[in-house]
């Protein structure tokens, strides 16, 4: 069975690594992309179960997160939506855009770990009955 993939998009080079690398630990797949300019393109090749999306890069989060998901390819993948600051107004948009989960940074240790859960799950869901053991 191939590891799920999660599509890190962030300008800071740093976050990116060490996302990545935790990524790796917790049994995920990622690529990366650290300009916000190749986001879709990335989610439309790889269709990662998970995209962490960093709200302030060059292209501005909200209009990323609004293109995934009004494109039919990518609608479904699930977004976590990363913010330097704590903003609930920024917070309720981006879930009326269709966030489905918003961490604050710094993030804690559990961050991906949380991450890879989500994709787990999704990755059974999507082999449906049979692989729960239903």
């Known amino acids: 069975m191939l590891s799920p993939i999660v599509l890190i998009s962030d300008d800071e080079p740093l976050v990116v690594s060490a996302l990545a690398r935790e990524a ?13 300019r190749h986001v879709l393109e990335l989610a439309r090749q790889h269709r990662p179960a998970v995209i962490i999306l960093d709200i302030h890069q060059r292209e501005d989060g909200r209009d990323l997160l609004a293109r995934l998901k009004q494109d039919p390819e990518t609608r479904e993948c699930k977004v976590v939506i990363l913010s330097g600051v704590e903003d609930q107004f920024t917070r309720h948009v981006c879930f009326e855009l269709g966030a ?3 961490e604050v940074k710094p993030f804690d240790h559990t961050f991906m770990t949380r991450v890879a859960r989500m994709a787990g799950l999704l990755a059974l869901s999507a ?8």
């Open 127 to 134: 082999q449906g009955p049979a692989a729960s053991g239903a």
């Open 100 to 102: 489905d989960a918003y």
């Open 24 to 36: 790796r630990r917790t049994g995920l797949a990622s690529v990366a992309d650290t300009t916000s």
